[in-house]
């Protein structure tokens, strides 16, 4: 089993910045594939980016050389630097973990408005 406790959203305004952090503990030993996925209202949960055990990563056309993922091994953490937001990325971004199962975190609200 995989925990995942997720930090970071909040409320900004058009092009402003947040950060997303995703602490995994448990199992973690078995961790491949780490990433963030979010939901809109009224819409499907989508791959926003993925990062594997070697540091590749994936990202959707919509937020390329916007986001950046990140993982430190040594904390369990991953990271999304997401900046010049839209409000086209308001949602509730969910920490995703593959071990051998695949894990998902409580979500974090992220609105982005003037």
């Known amino acids: 089993q995989v925990q995942l406790v997720e930090s970071g959203g909040g409320s900004v305004q058009p092009g402003g910045s947040l950060r997303l952090s995703c602490v995994a503990s448990?199992?973690?030993?078995?961790?491949?594939?780490m990433g963030w996925y979010r939901q809109a209202p009224g819409k499907q949960r989508e791959l926003v980016a993925r990062i594997s055990s070697g540091s590749s990563t994936n990202y959707a056309d919509s937020v390329k050389c916007r986001f950046t993922i990140s993982r430190d091994n040594a904390k369990n953490t991953v990271y999304l630097q997401m900046n010049s937001l839209k409000p086209e990325d308001t949602a509730v971004y969910y920490c995703y973990v593959y071990a051998r199962d695949h894990y998902w975190g409580q979500g974090t609200q992220v609105t982005v408005s003037s």
């Open positions: 448990g199992s973690i030993f078995s961790i491949s594939v």
